[in-house]
Every structure is written in structure tokens, then in C-alpha cells.
């Protein structure tokens, strides 16, 4: 996520494989999140219509107004954990009443907006106009955004879509896209600007065509030794949250697909003497990117995918890329994939988008990061271990995590379990 | 004081045709007119020993109300017909999953039945029509699951009985408020009435009604305040508070006052008898479109109530009840109402209450003088 964490995994890399250091997709990441965060300061102060949103909320539809910008408060949040400052900002929403058991992120987020933007790299996020939530990926975070609702008076739109026990029914869908449709109405209501379709349908198409590439750049991962580790994807991944809908975004991945793809064919490898090939299983430990590359490097391990990042681009429970029919309404194709995230998905579906990605690129071992900061995501865990340790017999281990909050991560701990962990791999 | 026997529920569920409900305001109505007896899963800890089995499923940093409800289920194996859930929190909405994924281990089988519950408010464009085909749809599942026709008639009968629970529930908090009933036998009653039919919850209500009292505290003089919370605090607590000389004066807890404090209209047709219930519903943080009404209905309630303080029962792990606090308790203190927050984890009893006991009764002295 943060352009600091990837310096150090960069860096790290050179210094244990002697080579080159942060790649070129890495330095144009950094530019492009740059450019975002100005962007969207910028923006705001010549007067756009500021939305804040949950990260599945369909921005794509913004596409369709005239002076209409989002900010994403998750992946600020992320991005504030990644250069060291989120212990700081939880320390803030902590004074103010907010217990140190509520989610990190939302902390991060409440410490950082009520203290003007003081500390954050990006200097916090411009003041919302509507405030954009959904239930399914996080119904905490419907909570969190109605602090902001109920403190600065702005509008909060929610939209409701239903947890898929099973794939997404008609039904669910038509409900979900009735409620973009009257998402879109609100937003023409209160900025005043006109809705133009047309504009969306190049948006959902760039979305689409980001993914296509990014499927392709998580596809590395299938070499022996991986193109990539999930570190690589955690840190990649930014930009789908913060521009998604837009050229650059396309642009982006495709650049990195053909660095990739180059690095790969020269026979460069971000871990050359890969003996473990780990899938991780919850929001990446923004905190940690670095240490536990490095440090799983030096035992021979990668963690070559990831289930927060094999999601994006996907329906829920598959692992393959759902690319949007130019010949269907965007906005279906947008309700379709509103459960995309791993969050809103049953046991089952977890658990067929994850025996997918162990068979198709070669998993020695899974771990599966206990998340305190989210629940989601976590408390389904346990079941799931069991059930992929038995049924494709491959070893597993769970580790405590905060993905935020480093007060709340013991390195030693986790890394002791790790070590048990390979060494259970080795023995099969 | 009622004592609770620990071994309560099980007792109770020796009902017939019982569907467990999980979380708290399912469609009790509808269950009972299609000859079910819904038990709400809901404040389990008197009938769960230990969390020897919730904890190879979950994780520890769940609130009890999951811990509770996963331990019983799959601990005692209760006689249910079925299941019934439907969405809150995240916690809450991946237990079905969890629950059966246990049941599978202990060779249990229980049919599940879900529903998803709008999470907006219904004049918004879709929301309506949506739980409609809830409604319908459950009613369906509902008859061929019981082979039993729906009968409009048997379901105004069940609507007029959950009214006079939830109006005479609401006379006897009146009667807490006033000093003629103690809180704890008024809480203690409402929890057991959780694990009865609705028949029997009556009876147990005019019960207390006609032989309720409350002996309050000789010396020094009572202060009215809120409880709130998720679950109402326990019975070691809720004496602490009463015997420190505050007066509860009426209740923003979802077992309780959240559960009856508002009551549809009679009517033969479910779908309008649940739209109005869900919609007009009394606040509470699990139903996110009741977000807007909370603050200015808690404010409100206050007034009527005369309350000087506000204590909130806070379940650990509750983030959707720890997200509104610190907003809430800056509303009360701005109209001069002082809050105490006790924090109530999984554990099995209040086993220390010298902590609990020093921070009520210095809240006590605090809105006395």
C-alpha cells in the first residue's frame, strides 16, 4: 500500500537477491497515488462534490457527473499504517471516547478527520459532501461514517446488500441496482449536476480492463519460482480503490504486467530460492510488509497470494476475472459484483475461491491472519482452516494480527508459529 | 429477588415445535401463528459452563452474545425445529455459517431458514418491495416446512397476544420507574420470558405485576437513570446499582425497551404488519436505519423519564454499540446528563464486583450532589 513499505521491500529484495531496487511499476505507483491524493485536495478546493465511500461502493457511477470526486477513508487508513504514523491517529480516537476493541482503520480514520488531517501523509481527506457506506463488505463501517454524519450534519447513504450465503440471486441484484440508481438520483439532487450514463460505461470499462491486467499480474504467481509475492499485490492493489473507473488505472497495469512479465522472462524473482509458496488469508498487516517479507524470505518462504487481493476483479467463491459485456448495462454488471470482496461471502464460497487458488498455483501452505480489527473477515476463519487443513490436506497455520493497529501485533509470536508452520510444510 | 436457575433454558426449551431465533427482533409473530414457538438466542450465559467448544470456532475477540449462543447450540444439541436468522452485525451475520460448519463436526442437523432484513429505510427506492419478498418468501418457506396453510386469521391472534406482552412489559417498566418494582426482577423476568412461549410470558408478566415490589435502600435519597445497552447488565450489577440509591427509571436496552417499545397496529396481513414494525421500529444500533432517530429519541426519552445520568451496559466486542458512545455521551453531556459506561465481557459471572461497585455508587454520589 504506502510507497514507504515498498521502498523496504524493494530494497530488502536488493540487498538479499543484488538486485535492481524499487521497480519502475513501483515508482509510477508512488506517482500515481501522489497524484490522486493532490488530485483530490486539489479538486475539492476548486469546489467539487466530495464523496467519501466504503471501498466496493461502485464509484464508477461518479464517472457520470462533471465535478464529482471520491476519497476512500479504508485505504487512507492503510496508507497511514504502512508509514508508521496509525498508532498516533488510534491514540487520538482513543482520547476521544472510542474503544481500543473498535476496528483500527476506523480509529485511524476518526483520529486523522477530527484532528484536521494533522499527521496523515496525505494531510487527511478533503471534507465530504455524502458520505457513501454499504452493509456488505463492512457494516461497521455504517457506523463508523455515521459519526461523521451525525457530527458534521453530511448526508449518509447506505446501501444495502444483502451477505451471499450463495451466489448472488436476480433478486438480490435488481434490489442492488435499484438502490445505484437511486444512489446516482442523490447525488444529482444534492450537487446539482447532471447524471450522463455514457461517461459510466467508459468507466466500468476501464474497470474491467484494470482487472483483466490485474489478474494477469497475480497470474505470475503461478511460476516456480513466483513472479511476484502477495506483498507485491498488497502494495499494488492501492490504486483499485483510490482511481478505479479511470484510464490511468488501466494504464497502470498494464505497465506492471509488462514489467512483470519481463522480470519474470529474465528470470528475476522477488524470492529465488522459494522452497515454501504460501497463500494469505485477510487484510494485509499494513504495518509489516516489510519485516515479514523480509524475514519469510530468509526462511525460504512467499507468500505468493492472497485471498484480499485474488478478489478483486472476481464473482464471489470464483477465482477467475469477470470481465463487464459491453452489450449490458454497466450498472448490472456493478450490482454483480457488489460481493466481490472476500467479506460478504459465505463459508462455502470462501472456500471454493480458496481451493482454487491452492490448486492452480501451487500452494505448500495457507496462513490465516486472526484480524482483531475485523470481524468480517475473521470470524469465519477457524472453520475454514479446519476445513481446507482436511479436505486438500496441506498444512495451516492461524496468526494474531491487527492490519493497522501495530500496538495490537507481536512480531515473535507470530513468527514462532510461522517457523512451526514451515517445518510442518517441510515434513510432508 | 428471582435466581436464576442456570439450567433455565434448558428447562424451557422442553417446549414443543421451538424455532431458535437469532438476533433480536426476528418475526415472532409469524412463527407463532404457523404454530412455532420462537425462542430468541439471546443472553445465554446462564446456560452455557464454559466455551470449550465455541472457541475451536471462534475466535475470542467475539462479543458473548456469538459465544453464548454458538457454546449452547452446539454444546447441548437443543430440540429445535429449526433455526431462523437474519442480518446485523458481522459478527452475527457469519455465524450461520459457523454454526452449521459445527453442527456438520457433531453430526447435527437442523434446518436453516435466513432472511435479509433491509438495512434502510424502506421509502427508499427498492427497500420496500424487498422485504415484501422477504416476507413472502418466508412464508413459503414457513409452509412447507410446518405443512401448515398461513392463516390471517391465527396471525392476528398472535399479533394481539405479542401486543399485550410488549404493553404490559411496558406498564411494569412504569412500575420500576416508579418505585414499585425492582429492576432486576423486572430484568430477570423479561431474560427468562426469552425462553417461553408467549403464552407463558403473559402469565409470568401479570405475575409480576399483581406480587412485584421493590424495597428501596433505607437511607439516602434516589436519583432516576437510563440503563442502556445490548443486554441489560447482570443481576449482581443491576443490585449494585439499586442498592447505591439510583432509580431506574427506564431502559434503553435491546432485550427490553428496544424489544417493546413499539407496537404495529393490528392487522391480518404480515407484509404491512412488518413494514410497520421494522420501519417505525424503537432505535437500535443493529438496525442501521434507525441510526438517524436514536439520538434525538434517547434525548426525548430522558426528558420524559426525569433521568439524571445515563449508565451504558457495554458489551465487550459490541462495535456497532462502541462506534455511537462517545457521540452519545457528548449529547448527555451537553444537556447536563452524566454517563457511566460498564464494560461486561463472555465471562461466565461477575465474579469481582469491588470494581463494578467503587465506580456506581461514585456515579451515584455524582448525581446526588
Known sequence: MSDHEHNNITENNREKNNKPGKTEAGKRLSSLMAKSYMDLHHK??????????AIVVPVEIFYGFDNVIFAVPESHAAMSAGKRVSPLQCEKAEQMGYSPDVCSYARIDVGTAFDEGRDSPTSGLPHPDLLVSNNNN????????????????VPHFTLDVPF??????????????????????????????????????????????????????????????????????????????????????????????????????????????????????????????????????????????????????????????????????????????????????????????????????GIDGVIFASN??????????????????????????MIDVDHADPRKYNEETAFTRIGAFLESIEKK | MKDLNPNFLLNKLEEENVIGCFPLYPPLELFHAMGLTPVILWGLKDSVENFNISDRHLQVFSCSIARELLQFTLAHEPDFECLFFYNACDTLRNLPDILQAGMRERDMALPFIRMHLPMIPLERRGASAYLEKQITTLITELEEFTGKSFDPEKFAESVDLYAQIRELSDRLEKMVASGKLSYADFSACLQANYFRSPETQLAELKNLEDNGSFNQPANGKQVGVLISGIQPPPLPIIELIESAGLQIVGNDVATQRRSYGYQPPNTKDPVYYFKQFYSNHFPCPTLLHTADKRPPHLVRFLEETGAKGIIFSAEKFCEYEYLEYPYLEKLFKERGINTLTLELTASKTVEDTGGYKTRIEAFAELLKN
Not at chain 1, 475539492?44 to 465511500?53: C, D, H, N
Not at chain 1, 472453520?383 to 495451516?396: A, E, F, G, V
Open chain 1, 164 to 361: 451471499c450465503y450463495r451466489p448472488q440471486q436476480n433478486e438480490e441484484r435488481r434490489y442492488i441496482k435499484e438502490q445505484i440508481n437511486d444512489l446516482i438520483h442523490t447525488i444529482e439532487q444534492l450537487s446539482g449536476q447532471k447524471y450522463h450514463p455514457e461517461r459510466v460505461v467508459e468507466a466500468v470499462k476501464n474497470s474491467s480492463n484494470a482487472y483483466a491486467y490485474w489478474k494477469k499480474f497475480l497470474g505470475y504467481a503461478a511460476h516456480y519460482p513466483s513472479g511476484i509475492t502477495a506483498f507485491d499485490s498488497f502494495v499494488q492493489m492501492a490504486p483499485i480503490l483510490t482511481s478505479r473507473g479511470s484510464k490511468e488505472l488501466v494504464e497502470h497495469y498494464k505497465f506492471l504486467v509488462e514489467e512483470t512479465s519481463q522480470r519474470v522472462r529474465k528470470g528475476i524473482f522477488p524470492v529465488p530460492h522459494e522452497s515454501y509458496r504460501l497463500l494469505w488469508d485477510n487484510i494485509a498487516p499494513w504495518h509489516q510488509l516489510s519485516k515479514m517479507s523480509g524475514r519469510l524470505a530468509e526462511l525460504g518462504g512467499n507468500i505468493i497470494a492472497a485471498s484480499y487481493t485474488y478478489c478483486l476483479g472476481s464473482l464471489e467463491g470464483e477465482f477467475d476475472y469477470f470481465p463487464y459485456d459491453e452489450n449490458t448495462d454497466p450498472l448490472d454488471y456493478l450490482a454483480r459484483l457488489q460481493n466481490f470482496s472476500v467479506c460478504p461471502q459465505g463459508l462455502e464460497l470462501r472456500y471454493q475461491a480458496m481451493s482454487e487458488a491452492i490448486q492452480r498455483l
Open chain 1, 44 to 53: 475539492a478546493a476548486e469546489g467539487a462534490f466530495v464523496i467519501w465511500v
Open chain 1, 138 to 153: 463492512c457494516s461497521l463501517l455504517v457506523k463508523w461514517f455515521d459519526i461523521y454524519h451525525r457530527e458534521w450534519n
Open chain 1, 372 to 397: 482483531r480489527s475485523c470481524k468480517a473477515y475473521s470470524l469465519m476463519q477457524m472453520d475454514l482452516q479446519n476445513r481446507i487443513s482436511h479436505q486438500l490436506d496441506i498444512p495451516t497455520v
